[in-house]
């Protein structure tokens, strides 16, 4: 079973950047997909981005899903260190969310149902 832990939340002023970290442990890890989701709030945890097993491919939010991060968001992973990452920059008081990473076992990040195992969330806040 995998299990994920994140890092790399915190307290950042408008325009600043972040980059969190998931880092899976397990056997398969690495085949799986890995998606960020975030919970701001008082609303609902939405889909961020995801990222195929081989770092091939990439998905973001769509804009009317909730609010765009496409072109400030970054997705990438290094499987030798069983990581996943999220640079986020230019970042807004309404990214303030708890950020959870996710892992998918079919591969491909794509249906949202897929995503079974969960780490705990790091906090983020944007804010002058």
């Known amino acids: 079973q995998v299990q994920l832990v994140e890092s790399g939340g915190g307290l950042v002023r408008p325009g600043g950047s972040l980059r969190l970290s998931c880092a899976g442990s397990g056997r398969t890890f690495a085949k799986h997909a890995v998606g960020w989701f975030r919970q701001p709030p008082g609303k609902e945890r939405e889909f961020v981005a995801s990222?195929?097993?081989?770092?091939?491919?990439?998905?973001?939010?769509?804009?009317v899903e909730g609010r765009s991060v496409k072109g400030r968001f970054t997705i990438s992973r290094d499987n030798a260190k069983n990581t996943v990452y999220l640079q986020m920059n230019n970042l807004k008081p309404e990214d303030t969310a708890v950020y959870y990473c996710?892992?998918?076992?079919?591969?491909?990040?794509?249906?949202?149902?897929?995503?079974?195992?969960w780490g705990q969330g790091t906090q983020v806040t944007v804010s002058s």
């Open positions: 996710a892992s998918d076992p079919s591969g491909d990040g794509v249906l949202r149902a897929n995503f079974g195992s």
């Open positions: 990222i195929t097993w081989d770092g091939g491919s990439a998905y973001y939010a769509d804009p």
